[in-house]
Nanobody, 121 residues
Framework: QVQLVESGGGLVQAGGSLRLSCAAS????????MGWFRQAPGKEREFVAR???????VYADSVKGRFTVSRDNAKSTIYLQMNNLKPEDTAVYYC???????????????WGQGTQVTVSS
């Protein structure tokens, strides 16, 4: 069992930055893949970024070059640094944990409660 708690969301103007954090407890953090997803109103949940057990990262094309995912295994925490934010980045952001190496939402076993990110134009 893994419990995940996100923080760091908020309201920011276009071009601004935010850093999301996701603290994990329970199962050994270093043994799981951690992912970030987001869901905008009326849209399906979509993959944003992933950090593998050894730190290998994968990004959605829409955020590549603007977002950076990192993990601190000692603190059992994953981060999502979001720069040059755009109005289309507005969504609820979720962190998730998986025992698989995947970017598919249905491959993740544990989810946080989500944190709202709103980017104004």
């Amino acid at each position: 069992q893994v419990q995940l708690v996100e923080s760091g969301g908020g309201l920011v103007q276009a071009g601004g930055s935010l850093r999301l954090s996701c603290a994990a407890s329970g199962r050994t953090f270093s043994s799981v893949t951690m992912g970030w997803f987001r869901q905008a109103p009326g849209k399906e949940r979509e993959f944003v970024a992933r950090s593998g057990r050894f730190g290998a990262t994968v990004y959605a094309d829409s955020v590549k070059g603007r977002f950076t995912v990192s993990r601190d295994n000692a603190k059992s925490t994953i981060y999502l640094q979001m720069n040059n934010l755009k109005p289309e980045d507005t969504a609820v952001y979720y962190c998730a944990a998986s025992q698989r190496i995947t970017i598919q939402a249905n491959g993740y076993d544990y989810w946080g409660q989500g944190t709202q990110v709103t980017v104004s134009s």
